[in-house]
Antibody, heavy 118, light 107 residues
């Protein structure tokens, strides 16, 4: 059974940093691209970043480019999102998702809440 | 960026009715559209990929159609467990974008 378990969320002040992790199991992690998708309170879904199966390619939405870094450790079957210079508008539930064939998301974690506030 | 416009924002139906949810893209995207269901306080679930391709484990009452700019998610005879929010997502170009969602509620 595919499982994605996020951790590392919490309350952080504007301008500070936070690192999210996503532990994967139930599939060969190194064979799949992965992504982070977020959802602000009561809002819709927003793609944040994607990384290729081997980590060689990364893609970001413009609003997080230069502030967020997606990475992975295939030996540990873990996906990461390093979030620097956080802003109030980054407040959201962050989902780890497996990239399916093409650029859809076929499995999702349960999500982790990040609140940016002073 | 490709904008996806979903309509209606809210759809009120009685269990047993059949419904169609619309997703319109701001430019042609072939069949690069995917549909998700998100129940309250849960993670999204992939329902349909590439406009009309079924997903293993998803009930057959869910189907998709369309190409170019206009896409439809159809639910044949809505069941109580189907009342949730539905999102479309395009994978034609980066940034990947989602529609704003259609909430399916009980009438």
């Amino acid at each position: 059974e595919v499982q994605l378990v996020e951790s590392g969320g919490g309350l952080v002040q504007p301008g500070r940093s936070l690192k999210l992790s996503c532990a994967a199991s139930g599939f060969t992690f190194s064979n799949y691209g992965m992504a982070w998708v977020r959802q602000a309170p009561t809002k819709g879904l927003e793609w944040v970043a994607t990384i290729s199966y081997d980590g060689s390619s990364t893609y970001y939405r413009d609003s997080v480019k230069g502030r967020f870094t997606i990475s992975r450790d295939n030996a540990k079957s873990t996906l990461y999102l390093q979030m620097d210079s956080l802003r109030s508008e980054d407040t959201a539930t962050y989902y780890c998702a497996r990239r399916g064939a093409g650029y859809n998301f076929d499995y999702w974690g349960q999500g982790v809440m990040v609140t940016v506030s002073s | 960026d490709i904008v996806l416009t979903q309509s209606p924002a809210t759809l009120s139906v009685t269990p047993g009715e059949s419904v169609s949810l619309s997703c319109r893209a701001s430019q042609g995207i072939s069949t690069s559209i995917h549909w998700y269901q998100q129940k309250s306080n849960e993670s999204p679930r992939l329902l349909i990929k590439y406009a009309s391709q079924s997903i293993s484990g998803i009930p057959s009452r869910f189907s998709g159609s369309g190409s170019g700019t206009d896409f439809t998610l159809s639910i044949n005879r809505v069941e109580s467990e189907d009342f949730s929010v539905y999102y479309c997502q395009q994978s034609y170009s980066l940034p990947l974008t989602f529609g704003s969602g259609t909430k399916l509620e009980i009438k």
